[in-house]
Nanobody
Framework: QVQLVESGGGLVQTGGSLRLSCAAS????????MGWFRQAPGKEREFVGV???????DYADSVKGRFTISRNNAKNTVYLQMDSLKPEDTAVYYC????????????WGQGTQVTVSS
């Protein structure tokens, strides 16, 4: 079992930056892919990005070039650096984990709110 706890959300102005953190506990952090998702009011949850155990990454087109995922394995923590934020980035952000190479996301955090004011 893996427990994920996000932090770092808040209110920021357009063009600003935030860094979200996701702390993992409960099992080894190795051989685990880490992902970020978001859900805006009235919309379905959408993929933001993934950092695989292999260190390869993928990002949604809407955040490519603005968001960066990184991880600190010693701290069992993954980060989502968000720059040049836009009002349309406003959402609840969730981190997720899955065993490396699998398709389904097995573990989810509780989410953290990000609000970008115009």
């Amino acid at each position: 079992q893996v427990q994920l706890v996000e932090s770092g959300g808040g209110l920021v102005q357009t063009g600003g930056s935030l860094r979200l953190s996701c702390a993992a506990s409960g099992r080894t952090f190795s051989n685990v892919d880490m992902g970020w998702f978001r859900q805006a009011p009235g919309k379905e949850r959408e993929f933001v990005g993934v950092l695989r155990w292999s260190t390869s990454t993928d990002y949604a087109d809407s955040v490519k070039g603005r968001f960066t995922i990184s991880r600190n394995n010693a701290k069992n923590t993954v980060y989502l650096q968000m720059d040049s934020l836009k009002p349309e980035d406003t959402a609840v952000y969730y981190c997720a984990a899955r065993p490396s190479g699998q398709y389904s996301w097995k573990y989810w955090g509780q989410g953290t709110q990000v609000t970008v004011s115009s």
